[in-house]
């Protein structure tokens, strides 16, 4: 089970930081990633980050402003985001997966949080 915290309303330029708890279950060893889902579009890759070395990968419209990290002793996940555009405006969901590899598209993912909703206005 996921749930994720952090979201709100922002103005351009503007920061947040969401963080993604996981409880009954530890995602030591899983892949985790955030997508999101603007209104009338599809859910879209935003960060992904590895269990080992925790190499990250990024959506190239974020690359530079948005970080990923995670806290393995903690459960815990995280999406640093600075310069906030108000195309980022989404829910914002986390996810993982058991399987060792970077996955783009959210049918790799096996489990989910709720969302978080991120407004950003210009």
């Known amino acids: 089970h996921l749930v994720e915290s952090g979201g709100g309303l922002v103005q351009a330029g503007g920061s947040l930081r969401l963080s993604c708890a996981a409880t009954g279950r530890t995602f030591s060893r899983h892949f985790m990633a955030w997508f999101r889902q603007g209104e009338g579009k599809e859910r879209e890759f935003v960060a992904s980050i590895a269990w080992l070395h925790n190499g990250t990968y990024y959506l190239d419209s974020v690359k530079g402003r948005f970080t990923i990290s995670r806290d393995n002793a903690k459960n815990m996940l995280y999406l640093q985001m600075n310069g906030l555009k108000p195309d980022d405006t989404a829910v914002y969901y986390c996810?993982?997966?058991?399987?060792?590899?970077?996955?783009?598209?959210?049918?790799?993912?096996?489990?989910w949080g709720q969302g978080t909703q991120v407004t950003v206005s210009s």
């Open positions: 996810a993982g997966t058991t399987a060792n590899m970077q996955n783009y598209y959210a049918s790799g993912y096996d489990y």
